[in-house]
């Protein structure tokens, strides 16, 4: 089935399902509570919606790793541009710079990092997971910049009170993977503790490209009658051989071979975040107080790469319910503070540099929340933000300049329920992106260039309808942003884009028959282009961003198929893309469309919880980052990983 006959399916169930609300009944579900509010509260209440992954979807995924669970979702891409098990997650197709768009946090507490990178997603295994909640096209309002996007807060499993258990997981699959862990809980009525740890060994697909991984969370709380007391600390360590991108001469001569043999990085790092929150009759108070850090020793193309960043961050907070103008109001507003520091070694074509690099952030917002009679709700909210962000060559003590300036974010936003089976939505506001270390200084220049802030304003409209075994979705959106951050690999120059614009639709239906059978469909349309402007002399007005597909789906069915055994499987397609660092659309060809399947078994039996499955079923050759250059011209490209086999077994001690 094409991706465009995928969404007229989707759309022609919705119309169907619509026209025959009378005749079908309502599915109520249970209230989902969710955090991203930065207070825990009923998803329901908010005009701003929230698509939660609960721990049993989680369960039943075919999905190994956060980013591939991510992907299977409606306007979520994943792509490997580095060779890494930390994936490039992009929401809303910002391509290459989507890591940098897509806000992730743990716990309500941010870990993008404030550098070209990745989110660490192989430091947190899917058995520490308690649930995800993904706000797309929001949190700039609540936290900041890098939520232009959307926004991602994974909730790792807390102590449950009153209870003892632990369980124990190994697994094993394709190119020489091994991993273990371990869960445990022990707690009391009032405090607890939860400790996760996990070991991952690999060769992974193509040779250099061994990854070494060891993490572990552990989360101590305290609750009274009306306090909470929370202490989080986390640890990783990744070994990782880094096996560089291949033209495509050598991917069709040896799509496993190695680029860079001798390329690699090794990183180690940290946090430790302390959380109280107190009720004082109605009103909620909450802090959090946090530190984190990371070390990286690499070595790339014969460059050795020592680095080391750290920041810390504080947030005060308070959630005041009150009824001004008869009318039922949660108000929610705090204070935001970080300082975060960067400091990195190397030499490049036998020139030293040694950036020294800060950025420092303190805001205030409010987001009040209105319920208006029994139909409507509405939220606004804003955001003053002010930040001073600079570095310094301490090799080259002329490459010095810092800046600093106010931003803000506002978000307007309600939501009619027409009826319990039909609800729409509607918001607009602004978001903003501040420059990260690796945006203002150039490592292979050596010159600091302080680029301005990206901004944006953004707009969706959306539908949401249940009826009988299923639920759908449809939103439409539209972002125009203005001084977009960039990183050229083909220059390899940053600097401010063109003005650029994305706009699309999400539709996704999800249904479940007879308990025994569920099943998912979803399909996004997404546009990326450039509103006007020039590069290298080039006209670009219209033109694609690059890495952004205009048509992907996935499907995906789930069958319990013996009271203990069930089966699933998920498709994912995604189409054409423009290479990276085509801007001017003129290299004439495009990253291949591709169609990946994954199955997996379970069977649970007394303790026991063993599976199987199959990563990339048929067998698809393909790669989800290329990148163009006009100097061969050719491209180059990271090949994924052929077809895989993988068990796993966990026992639970109660």
Do not use: C
């Not at 309500?108 to 990745?118: H, L």
């Not at 509405?378 to 955001?383: L, P, S």
């Amino acid at each position: 089935m094409s991706s465009s006959k995928g969404f007229a399916a989707v759309l022609s169930a919705m119309a169907s399902a619509t026209a025959s609300a009378a005749d079908l009944p309502v599915t109520h579900a249970p209230p989902v509570v969710v955090t991203a509010t930065r207070f825990s509260d009923a998803a329901e209440r908010f005009p701003i919606g929230v698509e939660i992954i609960t721990a049993e979807d989680i369960k039943s995924s075919t999905a190994t790793t956060v980013p591939d669970l991510l992907r299977q979702l409606p306007g979520i891409r994943a792509r490997d541009s580095s060779g890494s098990p930390n994936k490039q997650v992009d929401m809303r197709g910002f391509g290459i710079s989507g890591d940098q768009n897509t806000l992730v946090l743990l716990d309500g507490v941010r870990i993008s990092a404030n550098e070209q990178t990745t989110v660490n997603w192989s430091g947190i295994p899917l058995s520490a997971i308690e649930r995800i909640e993904v706000l797309r096209g929001s949190g700039a309002v609540l936290y900041g910049g890098g939520a232009t996007g959307g926004t991602i807060n994974i909730i790792t499993r807390a102590p449950r009170s009153g209870q003892r258990f632990a369980a124990v997981y190994g697994g094993a699959a394709t190119y020489g993977t091994s991993e273990a862990g371990i869960d445990a809980n022990l707690a009391g009525d009032n405090a607890g503790l939860r400790f996760n740890a996990s070991y991952l060994d690999t060769d992974n697909y193509r040779d250099n490209n061994a990854l070494r991984q060891k993490n572990a969370l552990g989360d101590f709380r305290w609750t009274g009658d009306r306090t909470h007391v929370s202490l989080k600390v986390g640890a990783d360590d990744q070994k990782l051989r880094l096996p560089g991108a291949l033209s495509e001469a050598q991917i069709a001569a040896n799509r496993r071979q190695a680029a860079t043999p001798q390329d690699y990085s090794n990183r180690s790092g940290g946090f430790i975040n302390v959380g109280g929150e107190r009720r004082l009759g109605a009103v909620e108070l909450a802090a959090n107080l946090g530190y984190s850090e990371k070390n990286i020793h690499a070595s790339i193309i014969g460059s050795p790469i020592d680095s080391a960043t750290g920041v810390w961050s504080f947030s005060p907070r308070l959630k005041l319910p009150h009824q001004l103008g008869g009318w039922r109001h949660d108000l929610v507003a705090g204070f935001d503070w970080d300082d975060g520091s960067f400091e990195n070694t190397t030499s490049v074509f036998g020139q030293p540099r040694q950036p020294d690099a800060f950025q420092r952030s303190s805001a205030v917002y409010f987001q009040n929340t209105t319920a208006l009679g029994e139909s409507w709700s509405a939220a606004v909210g804003g955001r003053l933000q002010q930040v001073e962000y600079g570095v310094t060559d301490l090799a080259n003590p002329a490459q010095s300049d810092a800046r600093k300036r106010d931003l803000s974010a506002y978000e307007v936003a309600a939501r009619y329920r027409a009826s319990a089976a039909l609800a729409a939505y509607g918001k607009f506001g602004t978001s903003f992106r501040v420059p990260n270390v690796n945006d203002v200084y150039n490592l292979f220049t050596g010159v600091v260039s302080l680029l301005e802030p990206q901004t944006s304003r953004d707009r969706e409209l959306g539908l949401d309808i249940r009826l009988g075994p299923g639920a759908y979705r449809l939103a439409l959106y539209h972002m125009d942003l203005d001084n977009e951050l960039y990183f050229d690999p083909a220059t390899f120059t940053n600097r401010n884009l063109p003005p650029t614009r994305r706009y699309g639709v999400e539709a996704e239906g999800r249904w479940r028959a007879a308990g025994a059978l569920e099943y998912f469909l979803n399909y996004t349309y997404a546009v990326s282009e450039f509103r006007s402007g020039s590069i290298g002399g080039v006209p670009i007005a219209g033109n694609e961003v690059p890495l952004v597909p205009r048509h992907a789906a996935n499907a995906g069915a789930g069958w319990a198929f013996a009271p203990r055994a069930r089966a699933d499987i998920v498709a994912s397609y995604v189409g054409e893309q423009v290479f990276d660092a085509d801007e001017t659309n003129t290299f004439g060809r495009r990253m291949p469309a591709y169609t990946v399947v994954d199955l997996k078994f379970t069977y649970a039996n007394g303790g026991w919880l063993l599976g199987a499955g199959v990563k990339n079923l048929f067998d698809e050759q393909y790669f989800s980052y290329g990148v163009y250059d006009s100097f061969t011209p050719t491209y180059f490209a990271y090949p994924q990983p052929e077809r895989s086999v993988f068990v796993t077994a966990q026992y639970s001690f109660r």
